[in-house]
């Protein structure tokens, strides 16, 4: 399994995934060993107007662990085959670890609307 997560500099998961610094994936093997395999600098501007889901399902990604994210990105990510689990924060392999062990679930909560292109991210925080 491939997870992709977009972060920050700090490598922590940015709270707005079309407005993060990078992606990074990850791959997980069977025996739930993770291991980082590439971070991808991000263009600027919207997740749902931006190639980047091409890009990470050309990586093999299938899941996206995500803090705050709109409908449009959602929809873009799920047409290319990538599940997306939103309401993540905090340093990104500690998130990765807490998805493969099942302590992450998808909130249930997306950015409200592009409004002249604020994002409304609300503080997600990952469901234990």
């Given amino acids: 399994m491939r997870i992709a997560i977009p972060i920050t500099r700090s490598n922590e998961v940015d709270d707005h995934f079309g407005h993060c610094e990078y992606y990074r994936i990850f791959d997980v093997s069977e025996n739930k060993d993770v291991k980082e395999l590439v971070t991808i600098k991000s263009e600027q501007g919207c997740g749902c107007k931006s190639n980047i889901a091409g890009v990470l ?3 093999g990604v299938t899941i ?3 803090g705050g994210i709109g409908g449009g990105a959602i929809n873009v990510l799920n047409y290319a085959g990538i599940e997306v689990v939103r309401g993540c924060s905090g340093n990104a392999m500690d998130v990765v670890n ?3 062990t099942g ?3 998808d ?3 997306s950015c409200a609307a592009h409004d002249h292109h604020q ?3 609300g503080g997600h925080v990952c469901n234990h």
């Fill in 107 to 109: 909130s249930g909560e």
């Fill in 57 to 59: 399902a050309g990586n």
């Fill in 64 to 66: 996206m662990l995500a």
């Fill in 119 to 121: 994002h409304e991210a």
């Fill in 103 to 105: 302590s992450i679930t």
């Fill in 98 to 100: 807490q998805y493969v």
